[in-house]
């Protein structure tokens, strides 16, 4: 296995799958790329890139001859004995991760003593041992087993992806794992290697960790608004705490995407399945669900009854330079205005697509001014960096009332209030 050609594969091509074998090709690897969207493979061997993330285009382009797509496994099992997975555990009615996709690939692998599966899907603890429990009771108990957590970050993926913070694999030190770690020894990165289930641990518990911080920092902001502090300051000076660290402690409108809704809702259902109240967590999602809604009360505290009103939504996607609608914080607010009975206007330069096929009933404008024009208010959903560029005082032309909110205390308060609007961010 010690062959830097020996092919891999990669099972499910999404923000994930295709970061990860984009750059183990960039790295020098055959990589066979499965998923079975027909149409998500017909664009990739076109060379479209089916999602927005910077530098994937470009990465997927030079390493094209690297790159195979297909929706057949059979090439991928008869060329490669690594298999990553990295399809989709998005959360079920219950909260618990939905782990039919994991299953399904599982179930679609032979008997063999030459393969692994490494799983990089965020999949619950114990789930490597009851992939294995089944592989044995099926015969297929020669398959081996990794657990490789991903933390990858959208909108940087392919940078996390050549310098990730560390490597963690799970593993029975077998062959399999050994392999993996050889696989990324180019990254030169600090090595976890631990049992399955902590693997699998470590990437729940850094989700809700972090997920935890931005709670956190989310309530300092809301008693900072009663008490006269401004939460920027005091983020600044806990962060230079290198207990505390500066990450993660950005007051906003609550945390969207795939990963943290889903994770922290997996792990406290998880906990919850073995007889734990994981009590900080559920203050955690619940913190969350009432942020996103603060905003509306911060529009109605200005403008009164926001039936009739027109709100610009600047920003759709769950964070900047990236094109997932996934649990954005732009969904919920959309949905709340107009059951309260507002007109919603919005625009994103890149996720609009995504956007008209979640949000009902907005009207999409071309670029921010157009959003802007004949609004009531405007709402930074997102810290696209051609917001902070906006020239306020064509906006304030553009707008009977002059109300900004700014989700993300993104734009600059005092360019904006120069152009005569009430500016009103979180927590200042
Ligand atoms: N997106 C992130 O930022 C991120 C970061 C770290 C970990 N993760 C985890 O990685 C996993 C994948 O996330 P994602 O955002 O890349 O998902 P995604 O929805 O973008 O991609 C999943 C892909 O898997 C394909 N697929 C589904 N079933 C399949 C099957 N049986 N065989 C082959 N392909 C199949 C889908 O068609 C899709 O293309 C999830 O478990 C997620 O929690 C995601």
Redesign the pocket.
Known sequence: MNSVREPIAV?????????TAAGFAQLGREVFC????AE?IGRLERGEI??FEPGLAECVVSNRDRLRFSTE?APALEHARLLFV?????PTYSGD?DLS??N??VD?MPRSDRHALVM????PVGTGAAIRRGFEQRGKGGFAYVSC??????GS?LEDFFKPDRVVVGDQGDWAGDAVIELYAPLDAPLVRTDIASAEMI?LAANAFLATKISFINEIANVCEETGADVLEVARGMGLDQRIGKHFLKPGIGFG???FP??VSALKQLAGNSGYHFQLLTAVIEVNELQKRRVISKLQKHLGSLVGKTVALLGLAFKANTD?M?EASSLVLSARLQADGAKVRAYDPIAEAEARKLMGGVDFADDALGAVAGADAVVIVTEWPEFAELDWSVAAERMPDRLVIDGRNFVDPEAVRAAGFIYEGIGR
């Open positions: 099972i499910g091509t999404g923000y994930v799958g295709l970061v499965v998923d079975i969207d998500k089916p999602i496994l990295a399809v989709g555990t998005p991760a996709a994991v399904a690939v679609a990089k899907s965020t999949v957590p991903e933390f990858l970050k959208e993926a990437k995407g795939s990963c889903k994770d997932d996934r």
